[in-house]
């Protein structure tokens, strides 16, 4: 069953936390290391005032599509509806999926 949330319930953080642990170095660079779920550019070096939690307080913020089975998270999407993204000078509109987890 899938199901969208506006913002993501209580009863599923916990399911969706463990996810996002047991594939944070799924991830290039692992988004531990991220400065958010909206960064462009990665230059090697670790990001400052990083971390998981950091990165999950930014999803929280989010919208998301959860896959649920036997009332469990087995995966989920996480993303930002009519974002502005730059590219190259030029501003654009779209919905942007930051994080994408599926459980092995």
């Known amino acids: 069953m899938f199901i969208y949330q506006k913002k993501l319930q209580k009863a599923y ?4 936390w463990e996810l996002l642990c047991a594939s944070d170095k799924e991830f290039i660079p692992p988004l531990s290391e991220r ?3 909206t960064q462009q550019t990665f230059t090697g070096v670790k990001a400052e005032n990083s971390g998981l939690l950091e990165y999950f307080q930014h999803m929280l913020e989010q919208e ?3 896959a649920i089975e036997n009332d469990k998270v087995i ?5 930002i509806p ?6 190259e000078g030029k501003e654009y509109k ?3 999926v930051s994080t994408l987890v599926v459980s092995g």
């Not at 995966?75 to 993303?79: A, E, L, N, W, Y």
């Not at 009519?82 to 590219?87: F, I, P, S, T």
């Open 64 to 66: 998301f599509i959860l």
């Open 75 to 79: 995966g989920f999407i996480s993303f």
């Open 94 to 96: 779209c919905d942007y």
């Open 35 to 37: 400065n958010s779920t």
């Open 82 to 87: 009519d974002h502005n993204l730059n590219v």
């Open 13 to 16: 953080q916990d399911d969706v």
